[in-house]
């Protein structure tokens, strides 16, 4: 069971690598003037498609669902998706990406939180101790030291990466009740989140910004999207479900967080923006936080009665 486990950190630690590549991505997608919203909705085309050709050839029972579930997972889709595919992106379209990886990264204890109400799993003390770390990570790369939002953030960035945090930490605590109930298997949950993430997605962009830019996308600008579908869309979060077979929801949160290593790498060598010292310190706390969370075994968690 121990190796097991560490394999499911692995593929949580693999799911974190890639989402890190998503950032730059994203970032060179707003470079390149594509409209993020146009980027969310072909993501989760792309994503919808890849888990749906997969299923057809692997395991085509997995489409079956039930009606109650199927609104369940229909109402679920809105702030899980919508959150992280149009709010994460939205988000770096008026934040750096150092600034962005940082607040989306307050979803750890947001799931910690959400733990205790959803999965019905009682934190122990290294998993709270990391969300905690990883909140003052938060704090420490985002706020000045006279205490206020540093280099005038725009609110509107912000309100948009909290969104994205919120519904990373759906996605975490519903994956993780998929595993452990079993009320819709996690193939299942997996395809009709993309599926229902892309309806709530196409509705929201045909009542505001409309499809006239659609025939305008550029191939250096499909080429990036297919990638963040298909690459770290897709398999990053495939696999991050892998990890919640057996990993607590609130553990697989801070494990993720390796995508911050990742996204500062990258920023700094492919889109010159190095992260500040109080970004470099605020990433070096949530790392510590992955390392705490790693070493804390596989003990089973006390649940609430």
């Known amino acids: ?30 470079l390149l003037g594509a409209d993020m ?9 792309f994503m919808a498609g890849g888990v749906a050709l997969f299923l057809l050839a692997r395991m085509p029972h997995r489409f079956r669902i039930g009606g109650r579930q199927l609104l369940q997972v229909a109402v679920l889709a809105g702030p899980c998706m919508v959150g992280i595919y149009a709010g994460f ?6 934040l750096s990406v150092p600034v962005t990886i940082v607040i989306f990264f307050t979803h750890p204890l947001l799931t910690t939180i ?43 960035g912000i309100a948009w990466c909290l969104f994205a945090a919120l519904g990373m930490s759906l996605y975490s605590l519903f994956g993780r009740l998929s595993a452990q109930t079993g009320f819709i298997s996690q193939a299942t ?12 997605l196409s509705l ?16 250096a600008q499909l080429l990036w999207i297919m990638y963040v579908g298909l690459g770290g869309g897709m398999l990053g979060y495939s696999i991050y479900f892998y990890g919640l077979r057996t990993l607590p929801a609130s553990t697989a949160s801070i494990v993720s967080s390796i995508e911050i290593v990742t996204a500062f790498t990258l920023s ?20 510590l936080a992955i390392v705490l969370v790693s070493r804390g075994g596989n003990e089973p968690l006390r649940r609430k009665a």
């Open 204 to 219: 929201l962009k045909t009542f505001t910004a409309g499809w006239g830019d659609l025939p305008l996308i550029t191939t």
């Open 1 to 30: 069971m121990r190796d097991y486990f560490r394999l499911d950190i692995l593929a949580v630690l693999s799911a974190g690598v890639l989402w890190g590549t998503l950032s730059p991505a994203g970032k060179q997608l707003s």
């Open 114 to 156: 959400g733990s205790l109400v959803i999965t019905k799993e009682l934190p122990n003390c290294r998993q709270v101790a990391g969300a905690l770390l990883t909140f003052v990570g938060v704090a420490v790369g985002v706020l000045s030291s006279e205490g206020s939002l540093s280099g005038g953030i725009d609110p509107v």
């Open 268 to 287: 700094a060598v492919l889109l010159r923006q190095p992260p500040a010292p109080r970004e470099v310190a605020g990433a070096a706390l949530i790392v």
């Open 189 to 200: 949950l997996f395809f009709y989140l993309q599926f229902f993430g892309l309806s709530w």
């Open 89 to 94: 992106f939205f988000a770096l379209h008026h």
């Open 37 to 45: 919203l146009t980027v969310a909705v072909l993501r989760a085309a």
